[in-house]
């Protein structure tokens, strides 16, 4: 019963986010939101990250839809997501108020969106076959 009411609650929480159609913008930045990490841009069904995601670190995700203008989003009126680089380094780990688990960001974009997630590993070699 648990995971059902996670997996719900979930579902509601990002359900609200954009189609990610080409040309999305996903921005990984500081939990404070002061610092960019890196940003990528969703080209045929794939989103590239072009730098090394510290594992462990504590993160947001701002989506942006084509030609959104950043100041649009707010990121304490709940339009970022709250996450975890995981330990290894290739996938982005979503957080939710209240929920003891997570859901990778990965299998969301692949399962939801059709969008294949690359990350550049920790060794900062960018090898496709190892995302």
Do not use: C
């Amino acid at each position: 019963m648990i995971d059902i009411l996670f997996w719900f609650l979930v579902g509601q929480t990002i359900s609200g986010l954009p189609a990610m159609s080409p040309g999305t913008e996903v921005r990984v930045v500081s939990a404070d939101l002061l610092t960019v990490y890196t940003t990528a841009f969703v080209v045929d069904n794939n989103l590239f990250f072009d730098n090394v995601l510290e594992p462990n670190a504590e993160v947001q995700i701002l989506i942006l839809s084509p030609n959104q203008d950043p100041k649009e989003v707010n990121a304490l009126d709940g339009k970022a997501l709250h996450a975890f680089i995981s330990p290894t380094g290739d996938d982005i780990l979503l957080k939710f108020d209240g929920m003891e688990g997570s859901l990778s960001f990965k299998n969301w974009l692949l399962e939801e969106r059709n969008i294949v997630l690359h990350l550049v590993p920790t060794g900062g070699v960018f090898n496709d076959e190892s995302n």
